[in-house]
């Protein structure tokens, strides 16, 4: 059930009610900011006395989740760090280790992953040979490996193509179907192994989506495979694992997260549950992803882009991405450009594109509410609009992300190909506040060219 407190409620009204709501033994996630408190509450909800919550006459709206919200079963972090993963008591006797070739900037984290299982008893097989941005094909290879070595479970630790591989690979131990039939009807994948996901990037969220992206290099499109089964059953959150991450991977990647956030909280399925994470990530990497990927030394701002890029994915699975994710996925699918840099090049050309929608204005100056921690100079909803799209401008130029597709050699004749590719992502499109035409992609790609 989520609860969405009024705007201005007396602390000692929502504290009355909040500690009603913990003696009738549920459990509480609160999101707090300028504009709204939302009460997220875990448990058996059918306890609660509705008359006796609008007596109280501080509550703006009640929803109840009638679908029971999916993640991962069980996260660590940080008290729990990557030596102790072998407490972890999972899995049978042996198991793959999945990792990518420059996921993580020293063997020896991997290494010591492994180490660390393999000291509880269990034997390891390591497969790290998975290319970044990997096509179907590539994927499916690395599930026939995995299903050559007969482990009961895998622990993928890398980023999130190796994340998503390891995801596939534990719904593919079977010769019924493969990558490129879930291609297609990916309701169709079941559950074999259970996985454990260390992300070593902060991120793609794609420890706690039930989501998959492959490229599809003959329709030069990525595309996303999404199945609940394919939820990790368990992830781990160290920020050692991105202490020495090449600022450039950091970079690209906490944007990715950041699109992740402010995307889904402008989403058509935007909902009180996802606002609740995809506005708290969004906070969180505003205020911390230009030191996180500046200092290496930062380790409380790492440890919160890590957090945020895990609720940005929480976010995902909630709402959804919207047309800055669409569009950009024809640039990784033909000209390969990483994933969080094609969001970075598109983030603030779709965000001016969409605040043309006054729920979308209303959204970003709800977000600068919350997000604005210096002195709020801001009064009206154009204005914090405004300071919303600069702000996500000076992040990608402080990161030294390009801007423009020039830097790639994407040719000016390649554009209708892009628009076409482009308006193909309908199940992303859709969930843009502000419909999007193929003349409005057009004007779209032609400004990041």
């Not at 448990?43 to 989740?65: A, E, N, P, Y």
């Not at 959150?237 to 020495?244: F, G, H, Q, T, V």
């Not at 906070?283 to 992803?289: A, T």
């Not at 154009?382 to 830097?407: C, F, N, Q």
Request: net charge negative.
């Amino acid at each position: 059930m989520i609860v969405v407190l009024k705007h201005g409620v007396e602390a000692a009204k929502r504290e009355q009610l909040i500690d009603w709501l913990k003696g009738q033994g549920l459990t509480i996630h609160i999101s707090e900011g300028e504009y709204q408190t939302v009460l997220g509450l875990v448990g058996d909800t059918t306890r609660v006395d509705m008359d006796l919550i609008g007596s109280l006459g501080i509550v703006d709206s009640v929803k109840r989740v009638t679908e029971p919200f999916k993640c991962c079963n069980r996260k660590f972090h940080p008290e729990d760090t990557v030596v102790e993963v072998g407490g972890v008591k999972i899995g049978g006797g042996n198991f793959v280790m999945i990792a990518g070739p420059c996921s993580v900037e020293s063997e020896e984290q991997i290494v010591a992953v492994a180490k660390a299982v393999k000291a509880s008893g269990a034997e390891y097989y390591v497969l790290d040979e998975l290319p970044p941005e990997p096509s179907y094909m590539a994927v499916q290879k690395l599930v026939d490996e995995f299903k050559v070595s007969g482990a009961d479970l895998i622990v993928a630790c890398g980023g999130g193509s190796v994340m998503d591989a390891a995801k596939l690979a534990s719904v593919l131990v079977t010769d019924a179907y493969g990558v490129k039939e879930l291609l297609d009807n990916p309701g169709m994948a079941q559950k074999c192994v259970p996985i454990v996901l260390i992300p070593t990037t902060a991120g793609t969220g794609a420890e706690v989506t039930p989501n998959a992206i492959v490229a599809v290099p003959e329709k030069e499109l990525k595309v996303g495979i999404v199945n609940e089964n394919m939820i990790a059953d368990y992830v781990i959150l160290d920020a050692r694992m991105i202490k020495n991450l090449p600022r450039k991977i950091a970079a690209a990647t906490g944007v990715d997260a950041l699109a992740h956030c402010i995307e889904c909280f402008t989403s058509n399925k935007a909902n009180p549950f996802s606002d609740l994470y995809a506005l708290e990530g969004l906070d969180l990497i505003l205020n911390n992803i230009e030191k996180a990927c500046d200092d290496p030394e930062a380790m409380a701002e790492k440890n919160r882009m890590q957090i945020a890029a895990y609720y940005g994915g929480l976010a995902i699975t909630a709402s959804g991405t919207t047309a800055v994710h669409a569009l950009s996925y024809p640039l990784g699918g033909k000209y390969h450009i990483a994933h969080g840099v094609s969001n970075a090049i598109l983030l603030a050309p779709v965000m001016r594109f969409n605040s043309e929608h006054p729920a979308v204005r209303e959204r970003l100056a709800a977000a600068y509410d919350r997000c604005c921690h210096e002195e709020k100079t801001c009064t009206t909803v154009e204005e914090k609009t405004a300071w919303m799209i600069a702000r996500l401008e000076h992040i990608v130029k402080h990161l030294d992300i390009p801007t423009s597709l020039k830097e790639f050699g994407v040719p000016a004749e390649d554009l209708e190909g892009l628009v076409n590719a482009g308006m193909q992502v309908q199940r992303l499109l859709v969930n843009n506040m502000r419909p999007v035409t193929a003349d409005d992609a057009r004007k779209l790609y032609q400004e990041i060219m």
